[in-house]
């Protein structure tokens, strides 16, 4: 559902988007990978529930919020019996996430149809070598007219030069006619705003943080923006 907080103050004639829950969704690929885990540790099979795995392993990911070799080294301690290292594990997961992933065609079609419209967009994405792999999986690599990743770039998101740097490449300015969409408050929506670009929430079934400048829309899936760029 969209819901507009504040009309814009320009027509919005570019998108910039985030990738992991704004594009891909983590929740649909996060259970996979854990499960996958699960079948490569024997040992914890014997003696613990699938369910009870991943659950914990979903607890610890805490949405995403904990580094990759953090959340396996809590693994192991919990776990010893699975053997390896955290960073024997981070690379099994990079892996696995490249098999994880699932392109989603709703979403395909959605930017095909900005492209029909002519609309110029682009993906900005704070992380490292593996925001590539998830480009791939999602069959976004193939389509994006460009995709700016914080390790690659050495600027991360909510600086304002990344968000100056997707303008140049989207060659739009000024800032009111591009529309910034993503999930986090800080650095998708905070940092979009201080460079003045127009920004649109998605809300995965949280409220705004009060106290923060509110986006413009809040939205639950991109496609909820149709109404607003594809007519
Ligand atoms: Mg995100």
Known sequence: MLVVESQPQSKIAGVLFDLDNTLVPRKGWLRRVFKEFYKATPLLRASRSEEEVCSRLIEWDNDGDVDRASLYARALKAWPEIGGTPSEWVDWETQAIGSAIEPDDEVLLFLARLREFQIPWGIVTNGGARQRLKLAAAKLDGITPFSLVSSECGMRKPEPAIFREAMRRLGLVPAETVLFVGDDPDN???????????????????????????????????????????Q
């Open 188 to 230: 998708d929506i905070v940092g979009a705003q201080g460079v003045g670009m127009a920004t649109a929430w998605v809300r995965r079934g949280r409220q705004y943080p009060h106290g923060m400048p509110a986006p413009n829309m809040l939205i639950d899936r991109v496609n909820d923006l149709r109404p607003v760029l594809l």
